[in-house]
């Protein structure tokens, strides 16, 4: 699958043909009634295996370490720590939600995943402790089977800490809690005792989806140690070899304020303690900030442990319908056993070539792809939306952008919609924990190499978010604790902002793996009555071509009607300012623009047109319509929709003239949005930087065109876009270069560079007057990526939102492991690209030709018993 990319057409015309017919006969040749339950049946398998396999995970990825299964109102859990060596630092040291703030040294997934599990290191500087969680899922029964999780802790060493070392007596408390935001119910198993509980605690539930199951919390290995003797009067009502437990009751909408539930704990305890002993007789910070025990029904139960130096402890999850139940000992196997599957696995699917297929990049390798899947996360709530439709949104007048913020401000112009679920990759734990439509389809360009069947799932829960109208919010902020990391002002969404539509990058790239796929041979239909394993489901779609084939059927209306949502609200003007062009349709303006941002692009602050006019056109956006075209044709032809498939190639046809016709500027030579003068002409306005980049990169460009060598000129100018480190978002030439809030002016992004990478090695790989320079600009800038994000990561322990152009430094948002995990992919791309020989390609239009011949005669004759055995043969 590796070589099979949607952001790149890397086969041949004529090898693209003759997958094209093979599919077509794949659909022609109907199965019968026989054939089609026995479809029934295992698509349904598919389905069945699939959620099974997906339902539990650290789904709540804002978190350090988050449990849910993806239902929703249903059982949560979570960790939460701090040292407890004094009093002053305690609420600068409490862990729970991701914070960039905590300074850690680096943290997130050595290895993952998503269907097995990994390990997680934390290494937290402020609390002098490396905490690991090793998480693992176990297969069986009916409710998604068993999991565990091993917390271990261990001091930090001399050489990790950048302040002090750790102390050997340094105390650690640690509370893993359990809850339930629905129906059913927890409860303790263990008898109550308010001096804390012996031995291992044990909870039992019930929950909906979920059936019965129990959570077991031990008490580790016997190297585990107790703080020392504080206050021995505290220390005989309360002792600490002990395990606390408290439970408590609140609304469900706020079962997420653990941490605040759990201060608040402690806010009473410090009290009575302080009532009980005065300030001279007080008992160390170890034995005040521990929770007093309380019993009785809740639905949020808490478990508190206190160590001393080093700590391990288990948390297994048994469901009643599994054949046996989770224990330390299967986990300690599964621990050993997914760890070698992993590794196993990542190399084959992901093989790095040179000068990245080297021992010191490994590490990283992991590191990167397993903190991508790590960020998966399922998401349930309301969400803020403005239906109001005020006529100030049509963006029709002089100064649109001061009416709308207006309109904006209307009372009861907002509401809450919903509920909605959506599972989804993000972009950063702690600054972005939430889905993003323009980067999912980013984020799953490394996953579908991994698992295509998960991506699947992914594509399937964003259009599952579709209104009647076709539109899909850019932004999901979905509940009241995905709401507490979002100003206010930014929580609002509008159904007629629009974003680029980077998901048919992945519905493209199905395609291209399904036809790979069948076309060698590899497609073969799964044994129904054996059921799909774990191993086949990651590619149970490309290996089993009734269930692509019926995926893209049941998604094909909803894109069509995001399809036809987008061209109308982003449409554009050509008539009313008497612009000349192939189409007078195809042209398009973001809505949304203010003078300062663009942010329904993803390009947030590069320069557009001052001040913005309604007679604005965008070229980014005319090439994402471009793109979006391309894939959802090939979808239309795939699933047989001849009809709507020539519809699409005529507008395919006519946005690539316009892109010509409206947004190529002579003078500049280059690709430029256009505006409105005031003399009411058309003029291109030209900040060139990614948006002159975007024809060339979605594949809108001939390989033949003089505008494709002028394209590759300004890539490769240092004194425009070029540098040591990758392409940069402005051109060093522009005036508004790193000015203002310098977001896209400048600095180097990940997501563009891997569009551009990708494309330089389409045009390598063709025969045409700027191959070489498409190629030597490939090997350049693929080395400098990887290269500047590696170091960076070395340095600092994590991948990063953007880099700086001058000094290549990583800023902005730490531990961002959305797109700029593309560098996996990127590693994982040939060092050089060399174009096909021509032999190949004369072999390969000899058979075109005569499977075309043969499938011709078949066709007239209607003999489906021939074309069936041309299937086989292919």
Known sequence: MADHDPTVNTCSPLRRILHTLLVTLLVATTATAAEQSSESILLGEIARASNQSLLWGPYRPNLYFGIKPRVPDSFFAGLMWSHVNDFKSFQNTFRHQCEQGDNMAGYGWEEYDVRTGGRQVVHDTGNHIDLTTEFVKVEGGQNGGNWGVR??????????????????????TLIFYVGNQGKGSIQLANEPDVKGLVGDVQLDGKLPVLGDFNVKVTTGP?????????????????PLER?????????????????????????????????????????PPWQTFVMKPEFGPGNVHMIQKVFEGPFEFDVLYSSASAPEPM??????????????????RFDKVFKRQAPFDTENYTEFAYNLFSNLLGGIGYFHGTSIVDRSYADEYLEEDEGFWEAAQEAQKRPASTKEEGPSELFTSIPSRPFFPRGFYWDEGFHLLPISEWDMDLTLNIVKSWFSLMDEDGWIAREQILGDEARSKVPPEFQTQYPHYANPPTLFFILTKFIDAFEATQASGAGTKADVLEGISTEELPSAHLHNPEAAIQFLREIYPKLRRHYQWFRTTQSGDIREWDRE????????????????????????????????????????????????????????????????????????YAVKRNIDDLHWSSKEEAYCDATIDDYEESIHVCHKGYISLFPVLLGLVDKDSEKLGKVLDLMEDPEQLWTEFGLRSLSKADPLFGTGENYWKGPIWINVNFLAVKRLAEYAAQTGPYQAQAA???????????ENVYKNW?????????????????QRTAHFLGWTSLVINLMSMPEMVAPPKAPVVEKVKAVVEEVVQKIEEA?????LEELAEIRDEL
């Open 222 to 238: 016997a190297t585990n140690l107790p703080p020392q003797l504080g206050n021995a009067d505290a220390w005989a009502e309360r």
């Open 327 to 344: 224990t330390s000992e299967i986990l300690t196997q599964k621990i050993k056993e997914n760890h070698e599957t992993f590794l196993e």
């Open 243 to 283: 395990t606390m437990y408290s439970s408590t009751q609140v609304p469900g909408l706020h079962t997420w304020k653990t941490k605040e539930i759990f201060v608040a704990k402690l806010q009473q305890n410090f009290k009575e303690l302080q009532a009980k002993y005065g300030k001279e007789n007080h008992p």
């Open 151 to 172: 917390i271990k802790g261990e001091l930090r060493d001399d050489d990790k800490v950048r302040t002090a070392p750790a102390k050997k007596d340094t105390k650690t």
């Open 776 to 786: 030597r600009i490939y090997t350049k800038l693929r080395k400098a990526l990887v």
């Open 859 to 863: 066709a007239n004759a209607d003999r």
């Open 581 to 652: 062009a192939f189409s007078t349709k195809e042209a398009y303006r973001w809505r949304g623009r203010t003078p300062e941002h663009c942010l329904t692009s993803g390009l947030d602050d590069y320069p557009r047109a001052i001040p913005p006019h309604t007679g604005e056109l965008h070229v980014d956006l005319i090439s994402w319509v471009g793109m979006m075209t391309n894939c959802i044709k090939r979808i239309a032809y795939t699933i047989n929709e001849v009809e709507d498939a020539k519809e699409y190639e005529k507008i395919e």
């Open 794 to 810: 070395k340095e600092t322990g994590y991948a990063w939102e953007q880099y700086d152009s001058v000094s290549g430094r990583g």
